[in-house]
């Protein structure tokens, strides 16, 4: 009972007109920890976003013997060593199944990500970076952003259940999208607000007019559906909104050059490769407020990365490569753990080379990686390896390794939304409902 | 472990997909005068136009040069139908944010200076000055078409204020339709097909569709568009609710242009090539693999089927065992058989030597269910059973151990057949893999991408397969046995009827599906003949009275113990 309320009401709430209940309490954060910009004495905002790779982990490979902030880095997260400090990384936390029947790939990050195992596709939307954004991410032109680097059009991010917020999978595609028609270059010169956006913005407005009739022509389901149709509406209507007022001027920023045409499916360098580029403009566009909101695939979690004349992938291997009896391990599954987190490195190197304030664009970022299972061969969704990375400009403290001992994987979940301004209190249900937010993620 | 429990339930799960029920008998009740007996009925729909549906309607109404320039994100699919996600698929802002940008760039194609005389209802009215009755017009005619039925007074009126209000801004009167027409293209009665109940129920009493529904319903079914001017008009005027005037429509719709283009959206959606656009194959393995060989090999089979089944008005099961080939240079190249036309299609039939026999043995089907470097007669399987007759394979079980299974560098398991052999030996594996195995094991001639072999690693393959009952060997074989299976035509009636309403079957309408069972087996298998009586049917309109205000179920699934 308790469940449907509070999910009821925070669906309603942040769906309807009590929306923008979230924002006093983001300001009371920023009160204490938020940080400006030296130059134009603005508030530099905090963004958030989730980072997935597929098939899990060599767990000797990756968990720091270690507790603490004086933890040793393992071979997979060698390369992550300058990062050290500004990543938390954890092990040991569980998705629970409460008897729900474990799907392979899906039921374990979908429930990282709701709090709520589900035995099939059908996500208990919304996913928590939906929730995020629409606290933190109301101000800006997207109200997130996802790309998949891998060639396929995957999301984990689900606003209601039909519907992912599908990803952008070709670099240029997402330039075009980010830095093509409709973007405004925040330091330019002049601004002249277009009487054509706003005729279009005013279009918009009355295409909502007749929502009260449509409503209520429907059922229930159908009546969520057109809810969706008509948040998306608004959401096209701020997009129009911010291009009539001039953008805020940002320090450092320059717009990139459009990328050049890469090959994009699942081969593994050539995955490494889009998901440069693609980081790269992620990065520019967080600096520039396009969006505050982001989710990067950087494989599907049944991963289809592959090497060059191989007759497998990466989840295929995970089922069918035998153990090497010498490393103990799967050694060309590892290959593709080991090139995931040298990805994940890739991913802070694009956000750590912008500068920002007194430090970088990672410094308020607050990235939430994570894969969909821990062991991929048994399809384990005890453990899944997950960590935070940035500081949301004090919000969050890292530089440490956390071991859950099998509590609850959505006490990160829960913790992270608290992080971002969110006023929610318990997330999750049976026994992945939790209050218990974990005291060492705060800054 | 598993415990003995779970393997006794997977045996169970597996062993239900064999034997499902209700699909008894049809095609025995003969071919004397059918009845359409009484059903319930179902839910008014709201669904999403596809993209073949979107690009088909703009096309339609405004011309095949008017361009679409939407990125469109991948479809939903289910119950084994793009067109039954469309009933459950929601609108993203990242959609809305596509179907925008396509709004703008057809408004503007529309409106521009070249193509305005054949959109604007009026003789070339000034620039500046705002003209009421020519706004009104345009609204009218253009507002009839996209959103599938005439205007409410209001409605229009509230058209005509947008206009006018975007023509005081801009000061520009073909500015102002053009934003008017924008916002008509990304308005929920375009985009979604919402459909209503009529105020007057039919002539027994029961609810059923209004006028423009039923119309659009129809017209989606059999053209892949919207409802043309003189389908509206039919609506309008209440033709379509006597069974001549319905008939009239029908037979209008089957004998023209669009027709093909139905029959042919339904088979892209049944045989799944939305899973193209997804699909990889390696580059070192298949070299000859390309975009090209790509489009040309879902071509080939869309060709195939329509030629066979409209141009040939062949029976249904012959799609199995044809040996028709229509072919291009691309796909010479992978099947190894001469094109002598450089551009274009070629007709022809698959050489003797290849042993390919019906859709299955083509590279849609084999390529498309294949592991980006191999072959897999497990994938195959599952779909041949999945795609041709309708049975749902449960996913593998979580714990399973595939090691040395499919390893094929394994010297001692050179063919698939060999790796395969394992799962025999496995309780839990067996139970689904002997439904599934035997069937793409006929098809182990045709590599991961579909080129022919005879070897694997070396060793001959052999192609015996087995599907339910029947044993047989090669494609040809699974192709007898595929157009023998009692299953066969029963799910092609059943994704039809899916495909028109949108939605899976009810339980109430088991008496009338097992009624186009008949129908189509006493049509000799004709899929036109099929198409014809959903059409003409009532079920296919009626609107079951409880369903009309459906309880509040939601797409969540509650977790375990909560329900």
Redesign the interface.
């Known amino acids: 009972m308790s469940k449907t309320n509070r999910r009821g009401f925070l669906r309603g709430a942040l769906g309807g007109a009590a929306v923008g209940m979230g924002l006093p309490l983001l300001d009371a954060f920023l009160n204490d920890s938020g940080k400006a910009f030296a130059a134009t004495g603005q508030r530099i905002p905090v963004r958030f976003g989730t980072w997935i790779w597929g098939c899990g982990f060599v767990p000797e490979k990756w968990i720091p013997t270690a507790t603490g902030t004086d933890f040793d880095m393992p071979a997979d997260l060698k390369p992550l060593e300058p990062y050290r400090d500004r990543l938390a990384l954890f092990s040991g936390f569980d998705v629970r199944l409460d008897g729900v029947p474990n799907k392979p790939h899906v039921t374990g990050c979908l429930g990282l990500r709701t709090g709520i195992p589900v035995p099939n596709d059908r996500v208990a939307a919304p996913t928590l970076d939906v929730l995020i954004g629409d606290v933190i991410g109301r101000d800006t032109r997207f109200r997130s952003v996802e790309v998949s680097t891998s060639g396929i059009q995957r999301s984990y991010s689900f606003r209601a259940a039909g519907s992912a917020n599908p990803s952008e999978t070709s670099p240029l595609a997402l330039y075009q999208r980010l830095f093509g028609e409709g973007f405004q270059d925040p330091n330019a010169a002049q601004f002249t607000p277009d009487p054509r956006t706003m005729v279009h913005k005013s279009v918009l407005s009355a295409v909502t007019e007749d929502r009260q009739r449509l409503m209520r022509s429907v059922g229930a389901d159908d009546r969520r559906r057109l809810d969706e149709y008509f948040t998306a509406v608004r959401t096209l209507e701020n997009q129009l909104a911010l291009q009539l007022e001039p953008p805020a001027p940002v320090e450092n920023f320059t717009l990139p050059d459009a990328p050049e045409d890469v090959v994009v499916d699942s081969e593994m360098e050539h995955v490494m490769e889009t998901h440069r580029l693609m980081a790269g403009l992620l990065a520019r566009a967080l600096q520039c407020n396009q969006t505050r909101v982001f989710n990067v695939l950087l494989s599907d979690t049944t991963s289809n990365l592959r090497r060059r004349g191989s007759s497998t992938t990466h989840h295929t291997l995970t089922h069918e490569e035998p153990v090497n009896p010498e490393l103990g391990y799967q050694e060309q599954v590892g290959w593709f753990a080991s090139q995931s987190m040298l990805a994940w490195r890739d991913f802070l190197d694009a956000l750590d080379a912008i500068p920002e304030g007194d430090g970088t664009l990672l410094d308020n970022c607050l990235v939430l990686a994570h894969s969909d299972c821990s062991i991929a061969k048994s399809h384990a969704v005890e453990g899944i390896p997950t960590m935070v990375a940035g500081n949301a400009g004090g919000r969050v403290r890292t530089g440490y390794h956390l071991a859950g001992n099998a509590d609850p994987i959505s006490r990160i979940g829960l913790t992270v939304q608290q992080a971002m301004g969110l006023p929610v209190e318990r997330w999750g249900t049976n026994s992945m409902a939790t209050d218990r937010s974990i005291p060492e993620l705060f800054g | 472990m598993k415990s003995c429990k779970t393997i006794a339930l997977r045996l169970l799960l597996c062993a239900s997909v064999s034997f499902p029920a209700g699909f008894a008998g049809a095609a025995a009740s003969g071919t004397a005068s059918l009845a359409e007996p009484p059903g319930t009925g179902g ?2 729909m ?1 669904r999403r136009l596809t993209e073949a549906q979107y690009r088909a309607t703009i096309a339609d109404v405004f011309g095949p040069d008017i361009p679409v320039t939407a ?1 469109f ?2 479809a ?1 699919r289910s119950e084994g139908l793009v067109a039954v ?1 469309t009933s ?10 596509q179907y ?1 940008t396509a709004a ?1 760039a057809i408004a503007a194609a529309v409106l521009a200076p070249e193509r305005r005389e054949r959109f604007v209802p009026c003789d070339s009215p000034p620039v500046q000055h705002f003209d009421p009755d020519c706004a009104a017009a345009f609204i009218e005619r253009h507002g009839t078409r996209l959103f599938r039925r005439a205007l409410e007074a209001e ?1 229009a009126t ?2 005509l ?2 206009a006018r ?2 023509h005081t ?2 000061g520009d009167f073909y ?2 339709l053009e ?2 027409l ?2 008509m293209l ?4 375009f ?2 097909r ?1 459909e ?1 109940v009529a105020t007057t129920p039919a002539a027994d009493g029961s609810p059923r569709l209004d006028a423009y529904s039923r119309a659009t319903r129809l017209s989606y079914f059999l053209t892949g568009s919207a409802p043309d001017a003189g389908l509206l008009a039919a609506a309008g005027r209440g033709a379509l609710d006597s069974p001549d005037g319905l008939a009239r429509e029908v037979d209008r719709l089957m004998a023209g242009p669009r027709y093909e283009a139905a029959v042919r959206e339904f088979f892209t959606d049944m045989l799944r090539f939305d899973l193209f ?2 699909l ?1 194959k ?4 298949y070299p000859a693999f390309n975009s090209t060989v790509a489009a040309d090999a879902q071509e080939q089979t869309l060709r195939t089927i329509t030629g066979h089944l409209l141009a040939g008005e062949g029976d249904y099961r012959d799609l199995f065992t044809t040996r028709a080939a229509p072919l291009t240079r691309s796909l010479g190249i992978v099947y190894r058989q001469p094109v002598a036309v450089r551009n274009g299609w070629q007709e022809g039939e698959f050489s003797e030597r290849s042993g390919r026999v019906g859709i299955q043995s083509h590279l849609s089907f084999l390529a498309l269910h294949s ?4 072959s897999s007669p497990t994938l195959r399987g599952k779909a041949i059973r999945e795609v041709f007759l309708c049975q749902h394979m449960p ?2 079980p ?11 560098t394994n010297a001692a398991r050179p063919t698939a057949r060999d790796r395969l052999q394992a799962h025999a030996t496995e309780t839990q594996c067996k139970a689904c893999h002997v439904l599934m195995d035997p069937a793409g094991l006929a098809l182990e001639y045709y590599d ?1 991408l579909g080129a022919f072999r005879t070897r694997e690693n070396g060793a001959e393959i052999d192609v015996s397969g087995a599907l339910d009952a029947k044993s047989f060997a090669a494609a040809s074989g699974l192709g007898t046995a595929l157009a023998e299976h009692s299953q066969t035509t029963s799910c092609l009636v059943r994704r039809m009827y899916s495909f028109a309403t949108g939605r899976r079957e009810l339980p109430g309408e088991r008496a009338y599906l097992e009624y186009l069972d008949a129908t189509f087996a006493a049509a000799g298998y004709r899929v036109p003949a099929l198409m014809r009586a959903i059409a003409l049917s009532d079920a296919f309109y009626r609107i079951a009275p409880e ?16 329900s």
Do not use: M, Y
């Open positions: 839910p008014p709201l990125r994100e991948r939903l996600g459950e698929a929601g609108l993203s802002a990242f959609a809305l944010e925008d703008g409605e509230a058209w204020d947008v209000a975007a801004r801009l500015a102002a934003f008017t924008v916002g990304v308005a929920p009665d985009l979604l919402v209503a656009d997804d990889a390696d580059p070192v393995i592991h980006p470097g191999r996913d593998p979580v714990d399973v151990d595939f090691t040395g299974i499919n390893d094929d991961g369903t009309n205000d459906e309880v509040a179920t939601g797409h969540d699934v509650p977790a375990a113990g909560e």
